[in-house]
């Protein structure tokens, strides 16, 4: 069990005194990583762990993320033997892409793909 704040954040699995500090990037919730995040870390075992107060931190920021989220749905359609999106006629405006100028793609795991513009 972890013991008061007042006496410090014990790991409940090594029973060893946690240290607060940031970790870098961590995803409260997939697709929504949040970057410089507050966190007690067991310095034996790495267990991370969260006080109510650093996770209600951290859902308002994923909350707020979520309310800023730019993207768009499209359907994936055939033309011959490939597959097609359709770029937004906005997306295009806030890009600058232009017909026929190439990108390219880069796959993400099995999570999808970033297009970027070529110069």
């Known amino acids: 069990m972890v013991k008061g704040i007042e006496e410090g954040i014990f790991c409940a699995k090594c029973n060893v005194k946690m240290k607060l500090g940031v970790l870098p990037k961590y995803n409260y919730e997939d697709g929504y990583p949040l970057h410089n995040v507050k966190a007690y870390q067991c310095p034996r075992c790495?267990?991370?762990?969260?006080?109510?107060?650093?996770?209600?931190?951290?859902?308002?920021?994923?909350?707020?993320?979520k309310e800023h989220e730019f993207g768009f749905e499209r359907t994936v359609t055939l033309s011959g033997k490939s597959l097609m999106v359709g770029i937004p006629a906005e997306l295009v405006e806030h890009l600058h892409i232009k017909k026929g100028q190439k990108v390219k793609i880069f796959p993400i795991a099995k999570e999808g793909f970033i297009i970027k513009k070529t110069y």
């Open 46 to 65: 790495n267990k991370i762990f969260f006080t109510e107060e650093q996770a209600h931190e951290m859902e308002a920021r994923t909350t707020e993320l």
